[in-house]
């Protein structure tokens, strides 16, 4: 049972380029989220989506892109990333809208 | 949205102390939880606690709804406990808000 797993675990890359972070589950729960854990702002929500083709903002979209064409599948992409962006990203998943399971995070560093 | 304020944020103790993590609202919530980082970094559901009490082997929380607090006891810690406790909610935003905010978090350190 693989749960809930993100990658890639570790990327390095630089100034204005494209970068898409993958998130799996294997649980078909509904709900999907993105979180952003950064030293001074704990952590913040970047998009939801409730189901498959349902996406929504949350704190801080600006700069990110997601979709949701599977259940089990919800990529974060940064269109032109920014030093900024340097963070820990998690994605998480629940049922029900209620317990959230997160992933083991990628870290991103933006040069 | 909501503000949510945790206490202490910093928490040394022996190894098999008792200690006691508190978590307050700003506004009432219908979706309280309560999550452990471990020093490598991965996020553990402890408990979804949006009222009463739970327990689970030596961890158990109490979420008062209707004064706005939630507590987080750890009982007889141990060094595997150190890491960083995180209290989350949902506020009655409207319908389709699934926001959880998180507080800033409980640094604890359990030493030998």
């Known amino acids: 049972d693989a749960g809930i797993t993100q990658s890639p675990r570790y990327k390095i890359t630089e100034t204005g380029r494209q970068v898409t972070l993958m998130c799996h589950q294997t649980?078909?729960?509904?709900?999907m989220f993105w979180y952003r854990q950064d030293l001074g702002h704990g952590l913040r929500l970047i998009y939801y989506s409730a189901a498959a083709d349902i996406t929504d903002k949350g704190e801080v979209p600006d700069g990110y892109v997601v979709s949701r064409s599977k259940t089990e599948n919800f990529p974060l992409t940064l269109e032109s990333a920014t030093r900024s962006q340097t963070s820990v990203y998690f994605c998480?998943?629940?049922?029900?809208?209620?317990?959230?399971?997160f992933g083991p995070g990628t870290r991103l560093t933006v040069l | 949205g909501i503000q949510v304020e945790q206490s202490p944020p910093d928490l040394i103790l022996q190894e098999g102390a008792n200690s006691t993590l508190r978590c307050n609202f700003s506004d009432s919530v219908n979706n309280l939880q309560w999550f452990h980082q471990n020093p490598w970094g991965q996020l553990i559901n402890l408990f979804y606690i949006p009222s009463g009490t739970k327990q689970n082997g030596r961890l158990s929380a109490t979420t008062v709804a209707t004064e706005r607090y939630s507590l987080l006891y750890i009982s007889s810690s141990q060094t595997t406990d150190s890491g960083v406790y995180f209290c989350?909610?949902?506020?009655?935003?409207?319908?389709?808000?699934?926001?959880?905010?998180f507080g800033k978090g409980t640094k604890l350190s359990v030493i030998p």
């Open positions: 649980w078909s729960h509904s709900y």
């Open positions: 998480a998943s629940s049922e029900l809208a209620d317990t959230q399971y």
């Open positions: 989350a909610g949902r506020g009655y935003s409207g319908a389709g808000s699934y926001q959880l905010t």
